[in-house]
């Protein structure tokens, strides 16, 4: 078995998860899971073995594989991983240099607002969504910090997961944008307890929303 058939079992995994082919939640068998995603066992099981590394899975030997459960405090535990990643990044105002597309995301994010002030459309949404996504990603990525980058990438995974629960809605793109700008113009201007309060309103409407406990934007 070589190591490009496990990563291939790997990424057919996340593509039939995310892809909402098998579910939170469910139990398969090792042959159900076979089947399901189209892949040989061996390098299945080893790919499992990484996917329960990143709490995506848990193995349940002499039965099967259980997809993650998106409870309560799977939700916590993420959301805690984000405040402090993120935060941080807020905080750190040497990697800015480092971010020359921070400009260009203001603007696409203003123009989203003035669009979504007017009507919010599927290629509105899905606009705003890729949008939602470069900040979070970008905070990090611009630290240019190996560790971090891994340890983001693998929460926002579980960030996925979580947004399949608790979707990208209409009628949360104009304040979710708004947040983000109150963001990014701090971050310009080089506000940065400014950013990181707005940062935690922002990522406190989407837990209370994932949560169960107010309509909101992951």
Not at 177 to 185: K, W
Request: proline share 3%.
């Amino acid at each position: 078995m070589t190591q490009v058939m496990r990563q291939a079992a790997y990424d057919v995994f996340k593509e039939a998860l995310f892809g909402e082919r098998i579910y939170p939640g469910q139990f398969l068998s090792l042959r159900e899971l076979c089947d399901t995603l189209d892949v040989s066992i061996s390098p299945l099981r080893d790919a499992l073995r990484q996917l329960e590394a990143e709490s995506l899975v848990e193995l349940l030997p002499q039965r099967g594989v259980r997809i993650a459960r998106v409870n309560d405090q799977f939700i916590k535990d993420a959301f805690q991983v984000r405040r402090f990643l993120e935060l941080g990044a807020c905080r750190d105002l040497n990697y800015l240099k480092d971010w020359p597309a921070l400009k260009d995301l203001r603007d696409r994010t203003q123009s989203i607002i003035a669009q979504a002030e007017k009507n919010v459309d599927s290629a509105l949404l899905k606009q705003a969504y890729e949008v939602d996504w470069e900040l979070h990603n970008g905070l990090i990525a611009a630290m240019n910090n190996e560790v971090l980058t891994d340890i983001h990438r693998r929460n926002a995974d579980k960030v996925r997961l979580i947004r399949l629960n608790a979707r990208y809605t209409p009628s949360r793109v104009l304040p979710a944008m708004q947040e983000h700008l109150i963001v990014i113009d701090a971050l310009l201007e080089q506000r940065t307890e400014d950013a990181a309060r707005a940062l935690v309103a922002h990522l406190d409407v989407s837990e209370n929303r994932a949560l169960g406990t107010e309509r909101g934007l992951v």
